[in-house]
Each structure stands twice: as structure tokens, then as C-alpha cells.
């Protein structure tokens, strides 16, 4: 490795094993060590986060001479990631009102299944019943950005680079 290589072969690695991390936070179900939430959604399996993989498979790098971005082209990936809060529109509203139609309509019977489909019919009733313009919290559950693994990778990424380029350094000298 020649030191002009340096910066960039450091950031290449630290982009390739981030990025891969960041990928399996998907599997973790929560950034690092923090795990998300699950849904209080009754008859929902799994975490939201991995339920389609779209946000997953959304997420980019890009590395110039002097640092790496992370980003998703989905307009939900920042709210997600950040939490915060949304405004209830029209259109969620119908959104809204058909899911509770949808979870209504099969909620026949007296049975486990039926009361929790009424449950969840409940929840996107209460959904759609909220007014245009009021304010709705989406919870944080991040999955890139700033943690002590993260900060732990780069060190170690950095050592093992420094170590290459002593290597290359002392066998130039030697020569």
C-alpha cells in the first residue's frame, strides 16, 4: 500500500463493513445493541422495519476522496431513522379507512382470530377517525448513523490499514 492509497483505501473498508452492519441491523431488529419497538398492531408478525425489505434494500453509500454518505431514496427513511412527528393528510386518511375495511370485513366469528382482527379493525379505525392536519408521533428506530460499534469498526479498520502501511514502509526500507 503507498501512502498516497491510504485515506482511500481506509475509507473504501470502513464504507464496505459499515454498510454491511448497517444491512444486518435489519436482522437484528434494532440498531446495535438498541432494539426497536414492535408494533402494537394485533396479527402483525415480525418488525415493520423488515416487513417489505424495500427500506432495507433502499440504502446507498457513496465514498468520495475525503468521506462516505449513507442515504434511501424512500421518503419515509429519515422519519423513520430519526423519529419525529408527521401531519395526517387525506390520503392517509383513506389509507386509513380502507385497512379498516379490509381488517373489518374478515373479522367474522367468535373465535381468537376474529377478536383480533376486530382489534386491529379497531386500531385503523381510531387511525382514520383523527383530523387532517393533526400530528402523528413516529417513533426513532434507527438503523444507520452514529453508535460505539460504529466508532469501534473505524478504529480498527484504521489500525489494521496503519499496520499495512508500516509494513509496506519498513520492506521499502529494508530493501
Known amino acids: 500500500m503507498e501512502i498516497k492509497d491510504f485515506t482511500k483505501n481506509v475509507l473504501s473498508d470502513i464504507r464496505v463493513d459499515l454498510t454491511e452492519e448497517f444491512d444486518r441491523n435489519f436482522e437484528r431488529k434494532g440498531f446495535f445493541t438498541n432494539k426497536w419497538r414492535g408494533t402494537n398492531l394485533p396479527n402483525r408478525r415480525g418488525s415493520l422495519m423488515v416487513r417489505s425489505g424495500n427500506l432495507r434494500r433502499s440504502i446507498r453509500s457513496k465514498q468520495t476522496s475525503n468521506e462516505i454518505n449513507w442515504s434511501s431514496s424512500l421518503p419515509y427513511a429519515s422519519i423513520n431513522n430519526e423519529g419525529g412527528e408527521i401531519v395526517v393528510t387525506d390520503k392517509?386518511?383513506?389509507f386509513f379507512w380502507a385497512m379498516y375495511y379490509k381488517a373489518s370485513g374478515a373479522a367474522k366469528g367468535k373465535g381468537e382470530r376474529a377478536q383480533r382482527l376486530s382489534a386491529e379493525a379497531q386500531q385503523w379505525k381510531n387511525l382514520a377517525l383523527q383530523?387532517?392536519?393533526?400530528?402523528?408521533?413516529?417513533?426513532?428506530r434507527q438503523f444507520i448513523g452514529d453508535h460505539p460499534i460504529v466508532r469501534q469498526r473505524i478504529e480498527d479498520i484504521v489500525d489494521k490499514n496503519m499496520l499495512e502501511l508500516q509494513d509496506h514502509i519498513y520492506n521499502k526500507l529494508k530493501k
Open 131 to 140: 383530523k387532517v392536519g393533526a400530528k402523528m408521533k413516529i417513533e426513532k
Open 92 to 94: 392517509m386518511k383513506r
